[in-house]
């Protein structure tokens, strides 16, 4: 009879105190995060100018579980400021807000730059040529990213290569394979 009375003070005295700790208040499935995303660029001699037009900004976090109110590969839009980039005009540490937008917090794989059709470059002399993106306006540009996201704010700023992305093909014209760096 004591023993089961000493089981029972020692289990009252412990259940509440495992029932408390072991409410967490912290439920990370529920955090969200402002995410930045901004542009620079390296500079590059032969050129004035490389216009690149960009629509859509969208990122795709680890878990795949984003599928509500988004396509089903789990990419989400950011709003972003649609128009023509001159990418040059972003060098030397400056750079300019694509967009934000509110993702859950957690692990950041890819951002994906879907282009449109009014890519250009301007040459030394003046003269414009049409710039030239495999699949950017279908498929997109991807960049790897690979990283964690945090806190209320958390930034990316995608520092595009343009003396290493851009190639003269001659008769062909312009043709952008981006070499993008994640800082």
Request: negative net charge; hydrophobic residues 35%; aromatic residues 8%.
């Given at each position: 009879?004591?023993?089961?009375?000493?089981?029972?003070?020692?289990?009252?005295?412990?259940?509440?105190?495992?029932?408390?700790?072991?409410?967490?208040?912290?439920?990370?499935?529920?955090?969200?995060?402002?995410?930045?995303?901004?542009?620079?660029?390296?500079?590059?001699?032969?050129?004035?100018?490389?216009?690149?037009?960009?629509?859509?900004?969208?990122?795709?976090?680890?878990?795949?579980?984003?599928?509500?109110?988004?396509?089903?590969?789990?990419?989400?839009?950011?709003?972003?400021?649609?128009?023509?980039?001159?990418l040059l005009s972003y060098q030397n540490g400056v750079d300019t807000l694509l967009g934000t937008g509110i993702i859950p917090t957690g692990y950041l794989k890819e951002i994906r730059l879907v282009l449109g059709s009014n890519n250009y470059v301007?040459?030394?002399?003046?003269?414009?040529?049409?710039?030239?993106?495999?699949?950017?306006?279908?498929?997109?540009?991807?960049?790897?990213?690979?990283?964690?996201?945090?806190?209320?704010?958390?930034?990316?700023?995608?520092?595009?290569?343009?003396?290493?992305?851009?190639?003269?093909?001659?008769?062909?014209?312009?043709?952008?394979?981006?070499?993008?760096?994640?800082?």
């Amino acid at each position: 009879m004591k023993r089961n009375q000493l089981i029972l003070a020692v289990a009252g005295f412990f259940l509440p105190s495992i029932v408390f700790l072991s409410c967490d208040k912290d439920d990370s499935g529920n955090q969200t995060t402002e995410l930045r995303v901004n542009l620079t660029d390296a500079p590059i001699d032969e050129l004035d100018s490389v216009y690149v037009d960009i629509k859509e900004v969208n990122v795709k976090l680890g878990d795949d579980t984003l599928t509500s109110g988004n396509d089903e590969s789990g990419w989400v839009n950011i709003d972003i400021n649609k128009g023509i980039y001159d990418l040059l005009s972003y060098q030397n540490g400056v750079d300019t807000l694509l967009g934000t937008g509110i993702i859950p917090t957690g692990y950041l794989k890819e951002i994906r730059l879907v282009l449109g059709s009014n890519n250009y470059v301007i040459d030394t002399f003046g003269v414009s040529h049409p710039l030239t993106i495999p699949s950017g306006g279908s498929s997109g540009l991807k960049i790897k990213i690979n990283k964690p996201v945090y806190g209320p704010v958390d930034s990316v700023l995608l520092d595009f290569d343009a003396a290493l992305s851009i190639k003269n093909e001659g008769a062909s014209g312009y043709k952008l394979r981006p070499v993008i760096k994640l800082k």
